[in-house]
């Protein structure tokens, strides 16, 4: 490849343990609990079909992996206000634990340095127990990532 030449090729094991490295990971129940006492929102960046088929976490803001950045960089443009006007840390579910930690570490190159994920992701969630809803209908005209938390 170009500009490959003497560059050291990373693994995804690479870029996970690069990215854990810099975040904050929490197990279902620990961010279930912050969530509760507001000092966490929860950020879904599952699909809509993943969200339709498995649930949601009640109260969780969903900003879809494909337009996470835009969603909580006030400068974009596109930025959710249910996402950047909030003191609280950004916590990301994923489907299985693996996509929110690379977002997470994501959002901490944009400034959020309280970013993290949930261990396990929404399947971890299932397993612990804890309260799940069906996914509420996407709001018709609403760009994905824009409606409020659910």
Request: charged residues 25%; glycine residues 10%; negative net charge.
């Amino acid at each position: 490849m170009p500009g490959m030449a003497g560059t050291a090729r990373k693994t995804v094991a690479d870029l996970l343990a690069n990215a854990r490295s810099v975040i904050q990971r929490m197990d279902p129940e620990a961010a279930w609990d912050a969530c509760g006492s507001g000092a966490a929102l929860i950020v879904d960046i599952r699909s809509i079909d993943e969200r339709r088929r498995d649930g949601i976490v009640p109260g969780s803001l969903h900003l879809p992996r494909t337009v996470l950045e835009w969603r909580v960089d006030p400068e974009s443009g596109w930025s959710n206000r249910h996402a950047v006007e909030t003191e609280r840390r950004l916590i990301l579910l994923c489907a299985h634990g693996c996509s929110s930690s690379l977002a997470a570490a994501t959002l901490v190159d944009l400034g959020y340095r309280d970013a993290g994920d949930v261990e396990g992701g929404f399947e971890a969630w299932l397993a612990s127990g804890l309260p799940t809803a069906c996914a509420p209908e996407h709001p018709t005209g609403v760009r994905p990532g824009m409606a409020p938390p659910d």
